[in-house]
T-cell receptor, first 113, second 109 residues
């Protein structure tokens, strides 16, 4: 079974802090994704990566950056956390760059005070 | 108008009822996904389909490409089916998903 893990289930940070969210997958998947999920807005794509050191902006990249130094690990960085970044963050991965099923991590609920 | 629309937004059913959740999309797609999210839990992929019908246990997913419409059916519903069901479309080119807002299903015993 594919396993996608995220570093924290719950995280509380203060405004202005730098925040790192880590995601690791164990199935040698090419693609990795970061989403945020907010009530009434559904899932929105922040960034995705189709290879090591390769990244593309999603629909809402402002205020975020990403890093993929190794194939299995994809990090989401909030350079200076703000209260409007309080959300559920979900990581996903898929094997092929064509149409493929995405496998999701358990999510990190981030609260920025 | 969202590219992927789901209905209903909320659904309450009695145990044993037949349930249908609908998804309409306006973009060209290569596949349509149905996902399930339990409260506090991660998201699980239920189906990925590009034509016809798929069945897994009590769950059935259908898609009509010409009408740009898909349905998820749950037969003999059970309280453990209570979850958010999300429809997502794979863009025609590339591997990004466009998500619907989700349907919150509650099955009462």
């Amino acid at each position: 079974d594919v396993k996608v893990t995220q570093s924290s289930r719950y995280l509380v940070k203060r405004t202005g802090e730098k925040v790192f969210l880590e995601c690791v997958q164990d199935m040698d998947h090419e693609n990795m994704f970061w989403y945020r999920q907010d009530p009434g807005l559904g899932l929105r794509l922040i960034y995705f990566s189709y290879d090591v050191k390769m990244k593309e902006k999603g629909d809402i990249p402002e205020g975020y950056s990403v890093s993929r130094e190794k194939k299995e690990r994809f990090s989401l960085i909030l350079e200076s956390a703000s209260t409007n970044q309080t959300s559920m963050y979900l990581c996903a991965s898929s094997f092929w760059t064509g149409v493929d099923e995405q496998f999701f991590g358990p999510g990190t609920r981030l609260t920025v005070l | 108008k969202n590219e992927v629309e789901q209905s209903p937004q909320n659904l309450t059913a009695q145990e044993g009822e037949f349930i249908t959740i609908n998804c309409s999309y306006s973009v060209g797609i290569s596949a349509l996904h149905w996902l399930q999210q339990h409260p506090g839990g991660g998201i699980v992929s239920l189906f990925m389909l590009s034509s016809g019908k798929k069945k897994h246990g009590r769950l059935i997913a259908t898609i009509n490409i010409q009408e740009k419409h898909s349905s998820l059916h749950i037969t003999a519903s059970h309280p453990r089916d209570s979850a958010v069901y999300i429809c997502a479309a794979s863009a025609e080119y590339g591997n990004k998903l466009v998500f619907g807002a989700g349907t919150i299903l509650r099955v009462k015993s």
